[in-house]
């Protein structure tokens, strides 16, 4: 009896054996399978991919807590995907494991028995992402989860396969890390866009500006340019919102100006403010607005014509702060346009069958035409009061400025001393120009 026992005992061990090797052969198998992956395929800067930890293998639910315990202790890998027949079925935390096993001196005795699986100790509601999945999809999956689970790990496939595993963590600092790297080229860009002594050459008037972002990219829009050695086209305006989504419309404005107006500088050289036809011109610019950025940005703003040989200021406005004439020391405000209810919300980008309607007013030589953002006149001090645009007219009234340089700079410094030490909470534009 004691002898025949022996090969039973042998063959057992040699079929444990077996199968630990084969396992083992499979794990080698997608481990080369995934470094493969890893190292030839070319993942977009926002796909979940880029993120994966491919060193982790899932686990059977047949697995014994005995061997899930050896496996936390061998390889000190801190989260286990569970497949059943294929599919993943949950997930085990290393560490809820370990305060499991650790309630008294009895329970690691009785959950190591070699009846108990992992199914004993499963977490429900694992979250399973494709490779290609762009981390701001991934992110809400993730905060959509219970309390207790949002910050658990969470597993990636590629084609269908498990590929490894990623954290909250990860994703957060990825969208970070290409928010900065989407900031750094907004930055840039609006800096070259901004650049506008470089970019209106043709520009003949007197003019002077002042761009103070908020943040690192700001929502302001500033463009002079010269159509003709007569006439001049400015525009000021501000982006709802803050940040890079702002600043991206800020762009997709500095894009569209250029597309309907530069052209101008090499036609119709008998144009005047009246054959310009800015209207027509300005509504086919909101509609390609319209088409093109989300319907929830849209840009307050305020564009001007300046015609030398007729005397005429052109003045398009768009639910903007008011715009400003400066002559012989006294402050003109200019009239608001006359918008219908049916106008509603007369800002850009919003309606593409916005009604654009003009006011033309006759200036003289010498007077200095001033536009602010917002950001100006809700400047505060540490008093929290607000500098408003009555604080405008107070800080230009009884000036006679020989260039819109001196305009600027006299009321930039005015706010500065306004303001003191309290911090700046918009971003702040001024445009000024002079007729000849």
């Not at 899932?58 to 936390?72: H, K, M, P, Q, V």
């Not at 597309?259 to 509609?287: I, W």
Request: aromatic share 10%.
């Amino acid at each position: 009896m004691k002898s025949s026992s022996v090969p039973a005992v042998n063959t057992l061990f040699d079929d444990e054996l077996e199968r630990a090797l084969d396992r083992a052969c499979k794990i080698i198998a997608q481990r080369e399978w995934r470094r493969a992956v890893k190292e030839n395929t070319v993942f977009s800067a926002f796909e979940v991919g880029r993120l994966a930890d491919i060193s982790v293998d899932w686990i059977s639910a047949e697995t014994s807590l005995r061997l899930l315990d050896e496996l936390i202790t061998d390889f000190n890998t801190e989260f286990f995907p569970v497949k059943d027949k294929g599919e993943f079925v949950g997930y085990v935390k290393a560490e809820k494991f370990r305060a499991l096993l650790g309630q008294n001196q009895y329970t690691r005795h009785i959950f190591l028995r070699p009846e108990n699986k992992v199914t004993e100790v499963l977490e429900k509601g694992l979250v399973v992402v494709d490779a290609r999945t762009p981390l701001s999809d991934v992110s809400r999956l993730l905060m959509s989860r219970p309390r207790d689970q949002l910050y658990d790990p969470f597993v990636i496939t590629y084609r269908g396969e498990y590929y490894g595993v990623a954290t909250v963590k990860a994703v957060m600092d990825g969208i970070a890390f290409y928010e900065l790297k989407d900031t750094a080229a907004a930055r840039e860009a609006q800096q070259a866009m901004l650049a506008l002594e470089q970019s209106n050459s043709d520009l003949l008037f007197d003019h002077a500006y002042h761009y103070e972002p908020h943040g690192e990219v700001g929502g302001d829009f500033l463009y002079l340019q010269g159509l003709q050695p007569h006439l001049g086209l400015f525009a000021i305006m501000d982006v709802c919102g803050k940040g890079i989504k702002a600043a991206q419309m800020v762009l997709a404005l500095g894009a569209y100006f250029r597309a309907v107006f530069r052209y101008l500088t090499h036609t119709h050289r008998e144009l005047d403010y009246k054959s310009l036809q800015l209207s027509a011109r300005l509504r086919l610019l909101n509609r390609m607005l319209v088409q093109s950025t989300p319907t929830d940005m849209y840009a307050s703003g305020a564009v001007l014509l300046l015609d030398s040989k007729n005397n005429a200021l052109v003045y398009f406005d768009f639910g903007h702060t008011p715009v400003y004439v400066l002559r012989q020391g006294k402050v003109h405000v200019l009239p608001r346009a006359a918008h219908n209810a049916a106008d509603g919300f007369p800002f850009f980008g919003v309606d593409e069958n916005l009604v654009i309607r003009s006011t033309c007013i006759q200036v003289k030589s010498g007077d200095i035409v001033l536009a602010t953002t917002d950001g100006v006149s809700e400047t505060r001090n540490e008093a929290r009061e607000e500098f408003g645009e009555e604080g405008i007219i107070r800080a230009m009234s009884g000036k006679n400025f020989s260039h819109p340089r001196e305009a600027v700079h006299h009321l930039c410094d005015t706010l500065r001393e306004f303001r003191g030490k309290y911090r700046r909470l918009d971003d702040m534009s001024v445009m000024a120009f002079m007729v000849p």
